[in-house]
């Protein structure tokens, strides 16, 4: 396995917070020129004061997408940990439309990521998807996560033999303490995080360096490629 991503040329779109932040910073680490994109001005700007090179780019915009692309050059590794949190809800009460606000939130957007990426990365190079252990974790009110991650992980393996030249794999992250979580006032996701610990054998829930641990691994291991890794401390 090739650990070092010392010069190694890496992008990581949705990397000012969360799982995307943290594996930036990772990669960074172990010295690489590591570039994130994302839409939140301050955010972006706190990434650049811990010496991230930072670029406000909008994944729903092909050819805003398309022009970062062409003007950053090749490169060698791309982390996509774009994020969404529409379409939670018990599927009788769910507003198809909200679901289809989710995929345009997520879904598309990595679509367009990655098809913009392809013609910049280095042979032998990487892209890394951030999905969500919704796609099969089969839990309650999860249908609508479930269906957006699902539809980008059934993927995985076919772009892994379409696009022989690099290698194209996905992490799927449990229930994470990150800023996803933010949309609970702070008492009821404690109270969620609690129940959640209670039902996951690791007994508590993850925290988003070890998601990024999961991503590095894929990244340098140059034998894996159409693979989704739960990562999700045995919730599945």
């Given at each position: 396995?090739?650990?070092?991503?010392?010069?190694?040329?890496?992008?990581?779109?949705?990397?000012?917070?969360?799982?995307?932040?943290?594996?930036?910073?990772?990669?960074?680490?172990?010295?690489?020129?590591?570039?994130?994109?994302?839409?939140?001005?301050?955010?972006?700007?706190?990434?650049?004061?811990?010496?991230?090179?930072?670029?406000?780019?909008?994944?729903?915009?092909?050819?805003?997408?398309?022009?970062?692309?062409?003007?950053?050059?090749?490169?060698?590794?791309?982390?996509?940990?774009?994020?969404?949190?529409?379409?939670?809800?018990?599927?009788?009460?769910?507003?198809?439309?909200?679901?289809?606000?989710?995929?345009?939130?997520?879904?598309?957007?990595?679509?367009?990521?990655?098809?913009?990426?392809l013609p910049f990365i280095n042979k032998g190079g990487s892209i890394t998807l951030v999905t969500a252990i919704s796609a099969i974790a089969k839990s309650p009110g999860t249908s609508g996560l479930a269906a957006i991650n699902g539809a980008l992980e059934i993927m995985i393996p076919v772009w892994a033999k379409e696009i022989t030249n690099i290698r194209i794999n996905a992490v799927s992250p449990g229930v994470v303490d990150t800023s996803w979580w933010d949309f609970l006032p702070e008492h009821?996701?404690?109270?969620?995080?609690?129940?959640?610990?209670?039902?996951?054998?690791?007994?508590?829930?993850?925290?988003?360096?070890?998601?990024?641990?999961?991503?590095?691994?894929?990244?340098?291991?140059?034998?894996?490629?159409?693979?989704?890794?739960?990562?999700?401390?045995?919730?599945?």
């Open positions: 396995m090739n650990t070092s991503f010392q010069n190694k040329k890496i992008i990581v779109a949705g990397g000012s917070s969360g799982i995307g932040l943290a594996v930036a910073t990772q990669f960074k680490e172990q010295q690489a020129q590591v570039t994130i994109t994302g839409r939140n001005a301050g955010k972006l700007k706190s990434a650049e004061e811990k010496g991230l090179k930072a670029f406000t780019v909008d994944s729903s915009n092909r050819e805003e997408l398309s022009l970062f692309f062409k003007n950053h050059g090749t490169i060698d590794h791309l982390v996509i940990s774009l994020s969404g949190s529409k379409g939670i809800g018990n599927f009788s009460e769910l507003s198809l439309q909200v679901l289809r606000e989710g995929f345009e939130e997520k879904y598309w957007p990595v679509l367009n990521t990655v098809q913009s990426a009821e996701k404690s109270e969620t995080f609690k129940q959640y610990a209670a039902k996951i054998p690791a007994g508590r829930v993850g925290r988003a360096d070890e998601i990024a641990n999961a991503i590095l691994f894929l990244a340098g291991n140059e034998f894996m490629t159409g693979k989704v890794i739960g990562c999700d401390g045995g919730m599945s």
